[in-house]
């Protein structure tokens, strides 16, 4: 193979947020090693948005199947399309290796992967390569998933006696404390059984053989959860904040419905942003419970909220708020230049890592009201282990919690806004020259590389 022709395969998982995360961090790769050529599989239909806007020379796009039959009919059963796209993953891999090694002429010499793919440690240890694993959340969820087998087990000896919102001290290593209710869904409580739990189960139990497995986060945010992962996993690099380091304009981040003009004329700290990312909405219930405290408590507001639930809202909403200016209700939002805008106050949202670590990155207090997956978790870090949030009582957005919310998070204690300032310093310092997701990323890239990094 030519010495100064590496090529790279990167493979994301297709869903939520993780195909433009995995994206971003190629990007950042692509641009330390341009001599380095990064074959890009996704499927067609994310690869479609992720590349409307994108010319980068050393990156070459994959489109690969979704698993999806013709003529196939959704059931309607949970996550169908990602079961069966998990079905084909392996094998779409293994082909689409083989066409990129045919078009560039050049095998593959690293594989930077999602780290759902466990199946890819085999790849690589039999084409005797690395396997670099890109986890698209943060340190407390990977570590509930590698810890996955001794929290089952400690947790079988409290069954009948500790209910799902009591805490549990020592549970898992890192943390002091935890809820069983708050660990994502398949780890204890959930289905173990479905595709999608099994694969973390296997994602846990195999990712100490990665030569590298790298995330968006930055190790000061959580030294204990760092101390232990590094333990655990070869080379665990935190390489972010994502959003404070690739300030590149990508088609996602534009800002289609003048967001950021309608936030010049609000007065400062006063607006509540409200998103709950890329894939959920919460029922219409709750969108209706939502609404009426925002107007009852006369709370301006910026709503990013997909189109086809905006016929939820009460009669007459988003005519009254637009009418009298009080809120703006859009179907998306350049989020991270939202959150740094000094109009906002608070940000509502379900707790996606991404929209966590931006707001953290703005200095943003958070009310949350987390859905699945991760988001339970990472509403518990923010709330209980940084402070720098609250979650909505009850768990769901009545009128009178979503109120109470408003109400507290606007008139937080300054020790609350110290811990977010200084919480926001520790993640501008990491990416500094000499901070550690700087230094982090050089020994990433020496790895994706193979080489030196001066
Ligand atoms: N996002 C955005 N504008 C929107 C909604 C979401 O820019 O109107 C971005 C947000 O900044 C974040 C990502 O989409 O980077 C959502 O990721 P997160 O991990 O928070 O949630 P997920 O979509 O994976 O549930």
Redesign the pocket.
């Known amino acids: 193979m030519d010495n100064q022709k590496k090529h790279v395969a990167v493979y994301t998982f297709p869903y939520?947020?993780?195909p433009?995360?995995i994206l971003t961090l190629t990007r950042r790769l692509a641009s330390a090693a341009p001599n380095v050529i990064f074959s890009f599989f996704n499927i067609e239909k994310s690869n479609d948005v992720l590349f409307s806007n994108l010319s980068c020379n050393n990156i070459l796009r994959y489109d690969v199947s979704d698993g999806i039959p013709e003529g196939y009919v959704f059931k309607g059963t949970p996550q169908e399309d990602i079961n069966l796209f998990l079905a084909v993953a392996e094998e779409e891999l293994r082909k689409g290796v083989q066409v990129a090694e045919m078009d560039t002429g050049l095998k593959i010499s690293c594989l930077v992967v999602d780290a759902f793919f466990w199946f890819c440690g085999d790849m690589a240890e039999e084409m005797g390569i690395p396997w670099v694993a890109v986890w698209?959340?943060g340190d407390c969820s990977l570590a509930s998933h590698i810890y996955t087998d001794l929290i089952r087990e400690k947790s079988a000896q409290l069954i009948g006696s500790v209910g799902p919102n009591e805490e549990i001290v020592d549970l898992m290593p890192g943390l002091k404390a935890v809820r069983l209710g708050d660990l994502p869904s398949g780890v204890v409580l959930g289905n173990l059984e479905s595709p999608f739990s099994t694969m973390l189960h296997k994602m846990g139990r195999t990712l100490h053989k990665a030569t590298t497995v790298t995330l968006n986060s930055f190790q000061e945010l959580d030294p204990n959860l760092t101390t232990t992962l590094s333990s655990k996993l070869n080379n665990f690099l935190s390489v972010g904040p994502f959003?404070l380091i690739s300030k590149e304009k990508t088609s996602?981040?534009l800002d289609e419905f003048s967001c950021i003009s309608w936030l010049d004329n609000q007065n400062t700290k006063t607006i509540a942003y409200i998103?709950?990312?890329?894939?959920?909405t919460p029922p219409p219930q709750e969108l209706v419970e939502l609404a009426k405290a925002l107007e009852e408590t006369k709370t301006p507001f910026l709503w990013?909220l997909k189109m086809d639930s905006h016929k939820h809202f009460p009669k007459g909403f988003v005519e009254r708020v637009t009418v009298n200016g009080t809120g703006k209700v859009?179907?998306?939002?350049?989020?991270?230049q939202?959150?740094n805008h000094v109009a906002i106050g608070v940000f509502v949202?379900?707790?996606?890592?991404?929209?966590?670590l931006?707001s953290l990155g703005a200095g943003v207090p958070m009310i949350c009201r987390p859905f699945l997956?991760d988001?339970h978790l990472n509403s518990w870090m923010v709330e209980r282990v940084w402070g720098i949030g609250l979650r909505i009582e009850g768990g769901t957005f009545t009128k009178h919690a979503t109120r109470r919310a408003l109400e507290q998070v606007f008139s937080l204690s300054n020790s609350r806004h110290e811990r977010m300032e200084a919480l926001k310093d520790l993640a501008h310092k990491a990416i500094e020259p000499n901070g550690s997701s700087k230094q982090n990323f050089k020994t990433l890239v020496e790895v994706v590389t193979g080489e030196t990094q001066h």
């Open positions: 939520s947020s993780h433009s995360l698209a959340a959003n996602l981040k998103s709950f990312g890329t894939v959920f990013s859009v179907p998306w939002a350049p989020q991270d939202v959150l949202t379900h707790c996606g890592w991404n929209s966590v931006e997956g988001q």
